[in-house]
């Protein structure tokens, strides 16, 4: 991810220097281009603001654009819920013990629309409180080995799909309560799905 940014940005000061390869020149002789010279700032503000990222700032606009960072049970804050990855075996054991339905995110390294959702929607206090009343897996399935391979056909089998991402609660036994496909600009669709799942 940090690699990503640090390319854009990268690209985006050569870009500027590009466009100001003569500037020295012009004004020198007093040709004043106002549509070059607003070109040159805006690219080195788009430089700036993409190296922030870097320093672990969010930028809802382009993450659906970058690879999920290394993916990770942690939770982002104090309050974040913690996602079970790659395990829905222990997701369903986990929501035995505690009495709460699982909620499933079937996503992959390559989806931009996963990582729109996860920046953009999940990311959302209103929407974090909600996944806490859930268990919470997180199921890549575009990965390379057998434990990918496994996760697509169970999605597949148990959906009838493998396109991504697709959201699903289900029950501690595995009955399927509600499914929410594909992304949502709107935060108070996907908090109805998940208050309904939960009814």
Known sequence: ???????????????????????????????????RLATIAIALLV????????RGRTLPQVEAFLPPAVPSALPASADAPVWMLNDYPAAQAAARSSGKLVFVDFTG??????????????????????LGQFVLSRLYTDGDGDLYER????????????????????????????????????????IAFLRRART
């Open 1 to 35: 991810r940090d690699v990503v940014l640090i390319g854009w940005s990268a690209l985006a000061v050569a870009g500027a220097v590009y466009l100001g390869r003569n500037l020295p020149n012009e004004l020198r002789r007093r040709e004043f281009r106002p549509l």
């Open 47 to 54: 430089a700036a603001w993409l190296a922030s990222g870097v």
């Open 109 to 130: 390294y390559t989806c931009t629309n996963c990582r729109w959702m996860e920046a953009n929607i999940f990311g959302r206090p209103d929407v974090s409180a909600e």
């Open 151 to 190: 996760q697509q056909s169970f999605q597949e089998t148990t959906f009838g799909t493998v396109a991504l991402p697709l959201y699903a609660v289900l029950d501690a036994d595995g009955k399927v309560r509600a499914t929410f496909s594909g992304l949502t600009r709107n935060p108070a669709e996907f």
